[in-house]
């Protein structure tokens, strides 16, 4: 694994997870409604957007396998999610 993988997600793991949580749910439940998301602590690996990012550390686990496309599969995005989130990466 490399150093790049373990930079920070969230700042504030529990509450950060807890408000991305929340506005992704209101958003999703309204839609057309914009949400304002904590950003992770540090920028993630390229190309994966901060809100993306963000989006990932909120609701993906070891029981959520998660696909990359040719891009964000071919740097440091799949070892930042495993490390962050515990999820498998699928074909």
């Keep these: 694994m ?13 509450r950060d997870a807890q408000a991305a949580f929340r506005a992704l749910l209101d958003a999703m439940a309204r839609p057309g409604t914009v949400a304002t998301l904590p950003e992770p602590a540090e920028p993630p690996p390229a190309p994966l957007a901060a ?35 515990g999820a498998a990466i699928v074909a």
């Design 51 to 85: 809100a993306a990012a963000t989006v990932a550390l909120a609701l993906c686990d070891a029981d959520t396998p998660i696909w990359l496309d040719a891009g964000l599969a071919a740097g440091g995005v799949p070892a930042w999610l495993r490390f962050h989130c």
């Design 2 to 14: 490399t150093t790049a993988a373990m930079t920070a997600g969230f700042a504030d793991p529990v």
